[in-house]
């Protein structure tokens, strides 16, 4: 069905929590509305680990029947209608995480869905003209759910540490330390890309002699063991 012209709410809002309560009333108007409906730059929120994680995906489109569809832009090329598999693969990951985000407003908004099929749009060939390509993402939503439910909560990894443990930049270095070293590392090689404490995991786990520093696929291969000489 063509899009003809389509509704593009205004979701400007004071903080993070206030645009994702803006997002939010903004496709329930929209699904209600019964058209064409092009939200920018939304603000969704998600649970991770028990605290709210803020997502802002490029754009979500909602159709006349009440279903939502997730538009990632991306800036690699799609050459003759195919691009780089590992970077689609990064893409509907990426978009899997908004799609379970969207699920949990539209659980509570009447008529509407999700769809599980989202829109990847990148430049065409080697020009500057977009182009798009339908990705399905239910395999990696339902890895990213599983992955979700298995995160410890915070407040759990709170109660195992010392009392009084503080990480307040504030705090005098060797206060510092000590609250750092309270906590187990977790490091894994592809930490050090994101992560500003992957160095110092990286060299406990190392002097604990753990698997995990050697990297996710070769502790697979290992089973049971968990620590090398």
């Not at 803020?54 to 489109?61: G, I, K, M, R, S």
């Amino acid at each position: 069905e063509p899009a003809g012209d389509a509704a593009t709410p205004d979701l400007s809002a004071a903080g993070p929590e206030g645009r994702a309560a803006r997002t939010a009333l903004a496709l329930r108007e929209a699904t209600a509305a019964g058209g064409w409906a092009l939200l920018d730059h939304p603000m969704l929120a998600l649970e991770v680990a028990g605290s709210p994680a803020y997502l802002e995906p490029d754009a979500v489109v909602v159709h006349p029947d009440g279903r939502w569809t997730v538009v990632e832009i991306k800036s690699f090329p799609m050459i003759d209608a195919s691009a780089d598999a590992s970077k689609v693969g990064a893409a509907a990951r990426q978009a899997a995480v908004y799609v379970l985000a969207l699920e949990r407003v539209a659980a509570v908004t009447e008529g509407a869905e999700v769809g599980h099929q989202v829109l990847l749009v990148c430049p065409k060939d080697f020009s500057n003209l977009p182009t798009a390509s339908v990705v399905d993402v239910r395999k990696q939503r339902a890895v990213t759910r599983r992955q979700l439910t298995r995160l410890t909560r915070i407040e759990d990894i709170a109660a195992e540490l010392p009392e009084g443990t503080t990480f307040d930049p504030a705090c005098a270095p060797d206060e510092l330390d000590a609250a750092v070293a309270a906590v187990p590392p977790a490091y894994a090689p592809e930490c050090l890309a994101a992560c500003e404490l992957a160095f110092h995991c990286r060299a406990k786990s190392r002097a604990e002699g753990a698997v995990e520093a050697l990297g996710r696929s070769v502790r697979g291969e290992l089973g049971g063991l968990t620590t090398v000489a």
